[in-house]
């Protein structure tokens, strides 16, 4: 598909499998994520198909450094695990497969794309790409606006999903936040799903 405009990616377009052929679906996808903050330092997502078929659940810490996140299906099996990389100039974190932690199970990598930055901002480095230092080309990129966690999910210059925040002042009073997720035919959703977690977590990165 054409390259030097605005697009979508569309049914008929090659498969962007990132955590797993599994999670990429030859049709469009509407997606509802719950986030409960459980306590001070906890919280959860459920991410949710349009009839309430529970699809992946992902924990972990709310605030604090050095800290990881995990992802699971609703059978309770990991699926993915999202490390943040401590106090760094551009925050970022390494996803791996599994719960692994070593460097041959890498997924991708996120880093904020500026250190300061008043908006959602985010490159994503696939494995391959990220143990080339000198490559400053991302595979994805994820861009926002300024006062929310809205944002849309680049592959070069092709559309391949959009997160809305749906943001009441009663749900933010419980701890609960949802979004709405929009993932275009044959794009990975767990991949798309893991990167609004890590959007989220970093709300104040700049």
């Not at 106090?87 to 974190?93: D, G, P, S």
């Not at 719960?99 to 250190?115: G, I, M």
Request: glycine share 6%; charged share 25%.
């Amino acid at each position: 598909m054409p390259r030097n405009k605005k697009t979508e990616w569309q049914i008929g377009d090659p498969p962007i499998s990132v955590v797993s052929d599994q999670f990429c679906n030859p049709y469009p996808m509407d997606l509802l994520v719950r986030r409960k903050v459980q306590n001070f330092s906890k919280d959860h997502y459920q991410v949710f198909d349009p009839s309430g078929n529970l699809l992946l659940q992902i924990d972990g810490h709310a605030w604090g450094f050095n800290h990881k996140r995990v992802m699971r299906d609703p059978a309770g099996f990991t699926v993915l695990t999202m490390r943040q990389k401590g106090i760094t100039l551009k925050n970022k974190w390494e996803v791996y497969g599994g719960e692994s932690k070593e460097r041959e199970d890498l997924l991708f990598t996120v880093q904020q794309s500026q250190a300061i930055s008043l908006k959602t901002s985010v490159d994503v480095f696939l494995a391959e790409n990220n143990n080339v230092k000198k490559s400053n080309t991302c595979d994805f990129h994820a861009s926002g606006g300024y006062s929310n966690i809205s944002f849309k999910v680049f592959k070069s210059d092709a559309l391949i999903a959009g997160v809305t925040h749906k943001f009441t002042w009663g749900s933010f009073c419980k701890g609960k936040y949802n979004f709405s997720v929009r993932v275009n035919p044959e794009v990975d959703y767990a991949f798309i799903i893991a990167l609004l977690v890590m959007v989220d977590d970093n709300e104040n990165w700049c």
